[in-house]
């Protein structure tokens, strides 16, 4: 049975620092495709970040470019989302996901997500 389960959301002060866990169980990472999701309220989910299993090559959203940093330990089944320099407008739902692209469409098993509020 696939499990996604994140944990790490909180409430952060602009310009700081949260780090993001999703502890996969029932596959592999190595053969798939890994992404973070958020969706903030009255908005479509978007695709933040994204990790091919196999060789770790990652890609970004343009806006977290510099600012977000995504890894995956395979020994412990675990992607993570380190977020630095967070702004207001990061504020969202962030959810995990597998699949065999990283397109959202692409995208088979998500987790129930965690919060991310970020604010003064």
């Known amino acids: 049975q696939v499990q996604l389960v994140e944990s790490g959301g909180g409430l952060v002060q602009p310009g700081g620092s949260l780090r993001l866990s999703c502890e996969a169980s029932g596959f592999t990472l190595d053969y798939y495709f890994m992404g973070w999701f958020r969706q903030a309220p009255g908005k479509e989910r978007e695709g933040v970040s994204c990790i091919r299993g196999g060789d770790g090559r990652t890609r970004y959203k343009d806006s977290v470019k510099g600012r977000f940093t995504m890894s995956v330990d395979n020994a412990k089944n675990t992607v993570y989302l380190q977020m630095n320099r967070l702004i207001p407008e990061d504020t969202a739902v962030y959810y995990c996901?597998?699949?065999?692209?990283?397109?959202?469409?692409?995208?088979?098993?998500w987790g129930r997500g965690t919060l991310v509020t970020v604010s003064s």
């Open positions: 996901a597998i699949g065999v692209s990283c397109d959202r469409s692409g995208m088979e098993h």
